[in-house]
């Protein structure tokens, strides 16, 4: 009896489990708070056709409190999530027309209810490309206040009245990346701006430059003086000469050459000794002079 008490309602959970968890499905035992809504980001808007918003807006209406933006917002991202992965249509109404996924006659019922514009705006916000951050790879929601033994049940995000989460299995992958809006081209623009500013404070060290040349040609002037210099050392060597013996013209007798450089005894010198062999044609030539010897 016992066995047979505790037994029947395990079968009819069991049973009435996968109801739950659909699209719509699992619990919030977790410390979940409920999310603060400002955490939206921004996608590349959505082509879309009349009949996509309608559906967008279908799911919105019958499966989050209509009044919480945050709520609705999170249940569009969900169905832009399941168009994003390719496992759950290729339209926005086939992924939200799903079988057993949204809420029973999400695409037949009647949608009657004040909240109407509030449904649309925030149907035409996902279709521009608002999202919720927490929400980037959840596909999965259920009624919050519900729990299931789920141990691959990723919370993520509590808001509008359901609990959204991520099924994390062996094999679980995040979603690719969406295509952002290029919002930063603004920065480019700023950063172009302060190009010139560099391009002129470049401009100053090219005059430097051109006043050290001219420096060093100057110095070179100096040179010619060398050549100068070393003329009048080869003239200068030229000077030195030897002068007869006086002896051989009735002088006094005297062995010891003459130079013109006396200063500098320390280097050799030519002399001229006078002999009776090698002077007798000189002297006669000398004698037979008028003028007198000239010194080179």
């Not at 109801?19 to 590349?44: N, Y």
């Not at 009048?232 to 062995?255: I, K």
């Amino acid at each position: 009896m016992i066995a047979t008490r505790w037994k029947t309602p395990l079968l009819l959970g069991v049973i009435t489990s996968p109801l739950f968890l659909a699209a719509c499905s699992q619990t919030t035992s977790h410390s979940l708070s409920v999310a603060s809504l400002t955490d939206a980001a921004r996608s590349r808007p959505y082509r879309h056709t009349l009949k996509d918003k309608e559906c967008l807006q279908r799911a919105m209406f019958f499966e989050s409190n209509r009044s919480s933006r945050d709520g609705m917002i999170a249940v569009g991202t969900v169905v832009m999530n399941r168009l994003r992965s390719g496992k759950h249509g290729n339209t926005i109404c086939q992924v939200v027309g799903e079988r057993g996924q949204f809420a029973p006659g999400v695409m037949t019922r009647q949608m009657n209810s004040k909240a109407m514009p509030d449904v649309e705006e925030a149907a035409e916000a996902v279709l521009r490309g608002e999202r919720k951050t927490k929400l980037k790879n959840t596909m999965f929601f259920h009624t919050a206040g519900l729990r299931f033994p789920y141990k691959n049940m990723h919370y993520t995000m509590v808001a509008g009245g359901n609990a959204f989460y991520e099924k994390r299995g062996r094999n679980w992958k995040p979603l690719p990346d969406e295509p952002t809006v290029a919002v930063a081209q603004s920065t480019p623009r700023g950063s172009a701006r302060a190009a010139p500013v560099t391009l002129v404070a470049s401009a100053a060290p090219v005059a430097k430059a051109k006043f050290a040349k001219a420096t060093y040609v100057t110095a070179v002037a100096s040179q010619p003086a060398k050549t100068t210099l070393e003329k009048a050392t080869l003239v200068a060597m030229q000077e030195p000469m030897q002068e007869p013996d006086a002896a051989r013209f009735g002088g006094t007798a005297g062995s010891q050459p003459v130079t013109s450089f006396p200063a500098a005894p320390a280097e050799p010198t030519m002399s001229f000794e006078s002999t009776p062999e090698n002077t007798d044609a000189i002297g006669a030539m000398i004698a037979g002079q008028s003028r007198p010897l000239e010194v080179y």
